[in-house]
């Protein structure tokens, strides 16, 4: 059994100064590359959107950014444009030591469906294939830690109880978005899958 470092979408535009920044999320890149050694798997997920992704506001006539709509799969929260695949934005923070990851998820490329969590797109049933590499490396215990905590970090760490892994959420290397009370909210829920938030 290894133990696992999943490392949530410590891109460009979730740092400050990005599309779609969240409030000091370059603090942590530090903390994060200190962390990698101490793990038989490093993961890196990586937020990577085509640009007529239908979670993009601006792709929705008149809608505003943060605006909720219904889409096929459920509601989907409409972003501003972000993580555009092959845009510096959607580049690892330059500080981010990529060199340990043995695997790096793409997420988010289908146009018409969002995808928050590491492991499912937002249909809650299209696998990302990362499931299956853990259960390869003999992998059950997860520690997840990046951007956001309250979207992509929650989804992730839900996700991972779901199929039965042991999660930690490093909260101190995590930041959150916290739009609409949603922190409070994705912590309960967290709490409430058993997942272990230090």
Known sequence: MTKALIVIDVQNDFCPKGAL???DGDQIVKGINALMGGFETVVLTQDWHPANHRSFADNHAGAAPFSVVKMPYGSQVLWPRHCV?????AAFHPA?????AHLIIRKGFRPQIDSYSAFFENDRTTATGLHGYLQD?????LVLVGLALDYCVAYSALDAARLGYGVTVQMDLCRAIDLN???ADMQGAMRAAGVALS
Request: proline share 5%; no cysteine.
């Open 181 to 183: 009370g949603s922190l």
């Open 21 to 23: 920044a969240v409030a």
């Open 137 to 141: 490396r003999g992998a059950r215990d």
């Open 85 to 89: 695949q092959g845009s510096d934005g």
């Open 96 to 100: 981010l030591n990529a060199a340990p």
